[in-house]
């Protein structure tokens, strides 16, 4: 994983803030919808394909970004990445109930893709008992993550939803890692 991979999805966003620093949301939303548009074919010339989540996120996107331009009210834009947070919080509860948690799943649909040496330690029982806590402690993150980005967008600067939208993020997934790491540890 390289820098832009963690940078995807989040320059549309900066794009927006910038945008309506100095001209009008709407102007702003559809210049990160450009934007988005040509991250997503990027994305498919350099890989080939897009996978659901990006297919999902831009979906969402255009939806909430189409409804934001007809009601002339930016909260819808900025409520898209709540509800791409609340929509994988409860498919990851959902998974981890099933006892099919998602990460242990799409471990083992890629693990062909690892290197041989990481083959074993990624079959054992204890890798997988961290991949499903891991699962369920994103859950609640994701939903902390989806809450507190639509106070952000409702009662916050721009600057500050796109700070807890974008790199409140990763501080949530890395949150879910810890505690699952300290679950495992001490169970």
Known sequence: MNTSSLLYGLIPLVVFAIIDSFSSSNKAIFMALVVAIIESIWTFYYFK???????????????FAFISLRKKDSFFFKF?????????????????????????????KYKMHLPSHMQGP??????????????????????????????????????????????????????????????????
Do not use: C
């Open 49 to 63: 394909t897009l996978d659901f989540v990006s297919l999902f996120s831009l979906g969402t996107l255009l939806i």
């Open 80 to 108: 898209q990445s709540s509800f791409m947070s609340l929509v994988f919080a409860i498919a990851l509860f959902i998974s981890h109930l099933l006892k099919k948690p998602i990460f242990w799943e799409m471990m083992q």
């Open 122 to 187: 990624v079959n054992s029982p204890l890798f997988k008992e961290y991949l499903s806590l891991t699962t369920f402690y994103l859950s609640f993150t994701l939903l902390a993550h989806a809450i507190l980005t639509t106070y952000a967008a409702l009662k916050m600067s721009k600057w500050w939803w796109l700070f807890i939208r974008g790199i409140g993020f990763y501080f949530f997934l890395f949150a879910a890692v810890i505690l699952a790491q300290i679950d495992l540890r001490f169970s």
